[in-house]
Structures are given as structure tokens and as C-alpha cells.
């Protein structure tokens, strides 16, 4: 599957390229949780990658989503400036997060035209300022998120930030492996919702939905096996946390 682009009138904040490895089945989880959380910030470009081994270049097969300007990701992708990034030299030695005006800028002694073109590049598209965050999920695999904007915004706290690059990290790990065959049917999705929201059994979801407790347990049992969580209490907070209900 290749990456796409997805060009519409909608503001900057809309995922436009997924990267090779993100499902259709994941797509929308991700775009919502990452556009509101960039949102959220004040932050309305944003990149969402594997953290790059040495002198790795930022790819389709490294990306996991991002909405930078689609030149812009090809400049960074052809030339390998991210990987010489500051933000990236700081990462490989440290887990602290880093901002600054020039992080994503190539730091390698000889490339002063190319940091200068690159400024230039950002300043164009409103990405004077960026932060630079790292995170693992449980299987160890290493994160990069970038959120860039204007130099000209509001101060910007590092601690919300680095709490929502985990969550983000670990709504990937989540919906990395969902396939379109195992998502959630409405009714599936209608009897964990009213479990969720008013605590209501089978048989009370059952009248409400017009239907037999046995086939609400049905439902339920079926969610639980594409959630692959062991019960209902899990299928709920899993459904609730890739907001799926």
C-alpha cells in the first residue's frame, strides 16, 4: 500500500499523508486523535514518524502520518535533512524533548546553504517554531512527533505536550494491527456504547435496542474477540480509547 494524499479545503490540521504502514481500518482513529491533539496545543502542522536509525532517511516506510506541506515532506525525504536535523541529533543522545526555531534544520558542519534554504522553506509555510518529542511503546519501537507553527504563537507547555505524544504513541500500537475485516459493527458499537455511557446490562441494552439479551451478548462477545481484550470492561475502555464509542 503506498502513501496518499488527500488535498481538500478543510484547515491544516487534517492528516494529509499516512504512511505505507497505516491500515485504512487505522486512518481515521489516528487523524481525529492527532489533529485535536495538535490542535489542542496550538500547533497546526505535525509529523508523526519511526525514530530514524543512523543517517536513515525520513520515508513513506518510516512515516506514520503528517500534514506537512507535501513539498515540503518530498524536500525532506529526497535531500535526508531530516535525519541531520537538530532535532534528531539532540534525540539520538538524549529523551528530553527540545524547541527552538531551528531544530529542524540540518546541523552537519558544511551545510549552511542547505539551512538556509530549509529556514526559508519553514518560514514560508509557517513553521518558524517546532518541538521534537520521543517515545517508546511496549514493544520498545521508538517514536519522533514534530509540532510546528508560527514563531509568533503562544508560549507552550513541554508537560501536556510529552503526555500526549504517549498517548499517541500508544493509540498507534493500538490500531497498528486493526484490519478492515475486524472493525466494529454499528450494533456492536451501539451495545458497547450504552454499557459504556449509563452502565446498562444486557437486558436493558437489549430492550433499548429492540433486542434479545442473547443477541446483545452476541454483539458484545463479538467486539470483544476483534478488540482482542478478554471482556467486556476491557472492550469498553479499548472501544473508548481509539474512540471507536
Known amino acids: 500500500m503506498s502513501a496518499t494524499y488527500r488535498f481538500t479545503a478543510r484547515p491544516p490540521q487534517v492528516v494529509a499523508r499516512f504512511g505505507t504502514q497505516v491500515n485504512e481500518a487505522s486512518k481515521s482513529v489516528l487523524a481525529k486523535a492527532i489533529g485535536d491533539f495538535a490542535t489542542s496545543q496550538h500547533f497546526p502542522r505535525f509529523l508523526v514518524t519511526l525514530f530514524p536509525q543512523p543517517d536513515e532517511k525520513l520515508s513513506d516506510e518510516l512515516l506514520v502520518c503528517t500534514n506537512w506541506p507535501r513539498q515540503l515532506y518530498e524536500q525532506y525525504v529526497r535531500t535526508g535533512d531530516f535525519a541531520e536535523s537538530g532535532f534528531v541529533t539532540h534525540a539520538t543522545a538524549s529523551v528530553l524533548p527540545i524547541a527552538g526555531p531551528d531544530i529542524l534544520l540540518p546541523h552537519r ?124 470492561v476491557q472492550a469498553i475502555a479499548k472501544a473508548c480509547r481509539l474512540r471507536i464509542i
Not at 520498545?140 to 501536556?160: E, H, K, N, T
Not at 475485516?181 to 430492550?207: P, V, Y
Request: charged share 25%.
Open 109 to 232: 558542519a558544511g551545510y549552511e546553504l542547505r539551512r538556509i534554504v530549509r529556514s526559508r522553506s519553514l518560514e514560508r509555510e509557517k513553521m518558524g517554531f517546532s518541538v521534537g518529542l520521543t517515545g517508546c511503546d511496549t514493544n520498545a519501537q521508538r517514536y519522533a512527533l514534530i509540532l510546528s507553527r508560527d514563531d509568533r504563537g503562544p508560549a507552550c507547555d513541554l508537560v501536556p505536550i510529552a503526555f500526549g505524544v504517549m498517548e499517541i504513541i500508544h493509540l498507534f500500537a493500538s490500531v497498528r494491527g486493526m484490519t478492515s475485516f475486524n472493525r466494529l459493527s454499528n450494533r456492536e458499537k451501539e451495545c458497547l456504547a450504552w454499557a459504556a455511557a449509563a452502565g446498562k446490562s444486557s437486558i436493558e441494552t437489549g430492550l433499548i435496542l429492540k433486542l434479545s439479551p442473547h443477541t446483545v451478548n452476541g454483539h458484545v462477545k463479538s467486539a470483544v474477540r476483534k478488540l482482542d481484550v478478554v471482556n467486556r
